[in-house]
């Protein structure tokens, strides 16, 4: 079984920025197709990005502000969010093939 641990979260103030990382316990990275995914409270759970087979993808209302890329060799993915706003709050997830994380905390108030 994959282990997939995120890390990163914090507490930043609007238009601050954080930089989550999700790392695998995947022999090739490039193999499957990764995802980060948030919740908020009281919220399903939404895609925010994904990156696979050479293509980036996001979220409508993260688009221009995030950005996802992953460093293969060390089994890692990134999500870069700048301008972040108070409805980024959210626990953020990251999915590598079938598995999840445990979650790392975002919240953005002043």
């Known amino acids: 079984q994959v282990q997939v641990v995120e890390s990163g979260g914090g507490l930043v103030q609007p238009g601050g920025s954080l930089r989550l990382s999700c790392a695998a316990s995947?022999?090739?990275?490039?193999?499957?197709?990764v995802g980060w995914w948030r919740q908020a409270p009281g919220q399903p759970r939404e895609l925010v990005a994904g990156?696979?087979?050479?293509?980036?993808d996001y979220g409508h209302s993260v688009k221009g502000r995030f950005t996802i890329s992953k460093d293969s060799a060390k089994n890692t993915v990134y999500l870069q969010m700048n301008d972040l706003k108070p409805e980024d709050t959210a626990v953020y997830y990251c999915?590598?093939?079938?598995?999840w994380g445990q979650g790392t905390q975002v919240t953005v108030s002043s």
């Open positions: 990156i696979g087979n050479g293509i980036t």
């Open positions: 995947i022999t090739n990275l490039n193999a499957v197709t």
């Open positions: 999915h590598v093939g079938n598995n």
